[in-house]
Structure formats: C-alpha cells, structure tokens
C-alpha cells in the first residue's frame, strides 16, 4: 500500500489524513509542535461560504494604506524594510484587480460549499461532535457607508447563489432582540455554519489514531532528498531520515453573558472582528490581522482595538482588556492573491500542497482534505482547482 506522509498536524494536515485514510493509504503525520495548539485549535470557528471575495480586492489596498499607520486597526501591515515583504506586497497588488477577483470569487464559492457539504456528512459520523451548527452569520455594519458596501457585496452574492438578505436596524432588531447591536443595519448570510475547532481537531486526531495513523510529534522537517524529480527522504530534526510514496506539505504559516444573548456569530465589519458563541457558553472574539511574517509577539494595540471595538456595536456590553498572558494568537498564512495553495507540483512529481488558507482554513479544511485524496489518486477534482496551482509564484 502506498505510504503518505503529511507534514503539520493542523486542520489542513488532518483532514488529508482524514480523506487519504478513508481512501486506504498508509498515512504518517510529522509536527514540529506537541500537536495541541496552533491556529487551528484557536481560531473563530466560523465556516463562511459568504467569504466569497478573496483578500486581495483593489479596495483593500486603500484600507491597508490607511490602516498602516494605525497599530490598533483590523488589517496591519507592519512596516518595515524586508524583500519577502515587499515581494509579497507587489503580488498582492498585482492580484487586487477586478478582472482577477471576479475569476477567484466562483472558484471560492465552490470550494466553501465542498467544505461545508462534508462537514455535515462529518458532523454525522458517530465519532464526532462538535457543535456544528446551521445558525448563518450576521455582518454587522456600524456606519451607513460600509452598510451600503456590504449591501452591494449582498447583491453579489445572491447573483453566486449564496443567500444574503440586508436587513433594517428594526428587522435586525427583531432577531437580536436581546441584544439590539447598536449598528446602522446588517447582511444575513443565512448559508454559513460555525463550530468548535478546538473540539473538530481533537476529534479528527482521535479518529486517526483509532485508524492507525502515525504521529510524529517534536519532529521538525529540516530538509528533504531529492532523487529524479522525486522527493524520497525527509531529515527530521536535522538527522532521521524518514521516507514514503507521497508528500503532503500542510505547515499553513468574555463576557457569558453576551455568549447566552447574542444568538447568530456575528462579524463586527468595519472592526474586522469576529464574536462566536461556542459551546460550554464560551464566546470567542476574533480578529485584526497583521501581515508580520513568522511573529509569535502578541502586540497589546492590537488587542486593544478588538476590545475598543465591542462597546461600539454593543454598547451595553463593555468588555475589558484581558492579561497578555490570556490572549491568543494564530498564525493565518496568507498568500498574496487571497487564494489556497492546493495541488501537484510540477517540480516534484510525488509532492502536493495544501497551504496558505489565511482566514479561511477552517472553512475549507474538509474540501481542501478531499481535493488532496482527489489528487494523490488521479481522480478528477470535486471542484476546479486551476486557480490554486501551488507554484503560481514560483
Ligand atoms: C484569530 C484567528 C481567527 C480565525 N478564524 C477563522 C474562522 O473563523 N474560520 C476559518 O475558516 N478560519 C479562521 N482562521 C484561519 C484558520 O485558523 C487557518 O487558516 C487554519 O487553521 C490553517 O490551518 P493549517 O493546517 O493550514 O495550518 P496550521 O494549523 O498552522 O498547521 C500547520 C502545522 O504545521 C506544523 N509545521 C510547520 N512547519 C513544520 C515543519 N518544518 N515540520 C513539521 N511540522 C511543521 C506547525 O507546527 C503547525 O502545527 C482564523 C485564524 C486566526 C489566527
């Protein structure tokens, strides 16, 4: 039997495991880490078909401008004089145009709604549980200026066939009744789900092992053998030598009683900040990006604009600046066009890639799983996977 090896251990790694176990491979995990925390365990849990507009939109290059020179803004990109940087830059902005964005957007609907499709065939499955819920996701809008923006972003996505319905502040009112966000009004993507990722990632861990996959854990991948266009053999921690049929590279880069009231995960928009009621009457807040590169600082500016933005769209929920040892932190590896990296190398013939998911790894964690099974085993691809060819940048 052919033996595959994934490299990390995050959502990605584990649901390519999930689908090339469930397909009869042989599957051996290599993480670096203990495996028990990373973006995937923390994030904010929300499955987004309505994130159909990659990152990189001519917009968002005005914002990010803008948004430089504010250390507490939702996007920020810290300056400095580094040529990944820059050369990441100029691909973003080389992407950022209509022409590319209106080709990326069906391409990302498809995908999300793969993902969301078999995490509801998973959600099934006795092995798991973990809070999946269908209550759609509420874009609230605090002035009437990005109301407008997000009624046209609605527009659009009704054209893609994603249900979006722009709701008054009385209609919003009627369904946050509770809480009564204080906002000029809101879209309703009634399509998107949420769940607990930290539950997902140990359950789709526990599955594995129950299936006999292999973990490596404390094993970092420090280079690879090169034999005829192939990959043969790994270095692990600089000397072990581990080899396989096939590689997958997945290393991707408060208050409870707001939890009880607020009802639909809600995206606070012009803030960029993301609020999920999770189980055990926890609420998650998500948010601010910051283009930094491998950065494991936590920067409390940048807290603090999450913080300072709740009270505005919810002004009888004041939460407060928590301890930095409280606070966490993700990595979101970005890739300049906003879009996945998931496919076959050209240059290695046994190599496929299934990275540089940003803020949406979770989201298409289970379709990106399936694409790589899809693949690895020559079959044709659930959905069209030509704009996320991993070498595009090469
Ligand atoms: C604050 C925040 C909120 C978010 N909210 C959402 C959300 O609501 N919905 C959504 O869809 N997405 C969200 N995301 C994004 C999502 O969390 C990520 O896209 C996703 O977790 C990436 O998964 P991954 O498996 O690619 O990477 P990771 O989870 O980072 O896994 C990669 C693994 O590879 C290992 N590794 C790296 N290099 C090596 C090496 N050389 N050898 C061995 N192992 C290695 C790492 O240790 C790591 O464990 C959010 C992210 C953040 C930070």
């Known amino acids: 039997m052919a033996n595959i090896t994934i490299i990390g251990s995050g959502i990605i790694g584990l649901s390519s495991a999930y689908y090339l176990t469930k397909s009869g491979y042989e599957v051996t995990i290599i993480e670096r880490g203990s495996g028990n925390d990373g973006c995937s365990f923390g994030n904010a849990g929300m499955i987004v078909p309505s994130h159909f507009i990659p990152l990189a939109t001519p917009g968002m290059i005005e914002k990010g401008i803008r948004w430089m020179f504010n ?12 040529w990944d940087l820059v050369s990441w830059g100029l691909k973003f902005y080389k992407a950022a145009n209509k022409r590319k964005v ?19 065939e998973i959600a099934k499955e006795p092995d798991f549980d973990f809070a999946f819920e269908e209550k759609g996701l509420m874009m609230l809008c605090k002035t009437q200026h990005s109301f407008e923006e997000e009624a046209e972003v609605a527009e659009i996505a009704n054209k893609l066939g994603i ?7 009385s209609e919003l009112h009627q369904i946050e009744d509770e809480v009564k966000p204080d906002v000029a009004g809101a879209v309703f993507y009634s399509g998107d789900t949420h769940c607990y990722p930290n539950a997902f990632v140990k359950q789709l861990k526990a599955y594995l092992q129950k299936k006999g996959i292999k973990f490596l854990y404390n094993s970092e991948v420090t280079g690879f053998e090169v034999e005829d ?30 939890t009880k009231l607020l009802k639909i995960p809600s995206i606070l928009l012009e803030a ?15 948010g601010t990006m910051e283009i930094g590169g491998i950065n494991d600082e936590i920067n409390m500016n940048r807290v603090r604009g999450i ?39 050209q240059k290695f013939k046994n190599l496929t890639i299934a990275s540089g998911h940003a803020m949406m790894g979770l989201s298409l964690a289970p379709a990106t799983g399936k694409l790589v099974q899809e693949i690895i085993d020559n079959e044709k691809p659930s959905v069209d996977i030509g704009l996320y060819q991993p070498e595009r940048y090469d």
């Not at 250390?71 to 580094?82: A, G, H, I, M, Q």
């Not at 913080?307 to 890739?335: H, M, N, T």
């Open 71 to 82: 250390s507490e803004s939702p996007f920020y990109v810290k300056p400095r004089l580094d």
């Open 102 to 120: 209106d080709k990326a957007m069906p391409a990302l609907r498809d995908i999300s709604l793969l993902s969301k499709k078999l995490y509801q």
């Open 163 to 169: 249900e979006a319905k722009v709701l008054s502040i």
């Open 229 to 258: 266009g192939r990959i043969k053999k790994l270095k692990i921690n600089h000397s072990l030598i581990h080899s396989f049929t096939h590689l997958v590279i997945a290393t991707g880069s408060w208050s409870p009683i707001l």
């Open 272 to 286: 960029r900040v993301a609020i999920t009621p999770m189980a055990d009457n926890l609420i998650r807040f998500g």
């Open 307 to 345: 913080i300072k933005s709740v009270p505005q769209f919810f002004p009888d929920y004041p939460i407060e600046i928590p301890a930095k040892e409280k606070v966490w932190y993700g990595l979101r590896p970005c890739s300049p066009d906003g879009l996945p990296y998931i496919g076959r190398t």
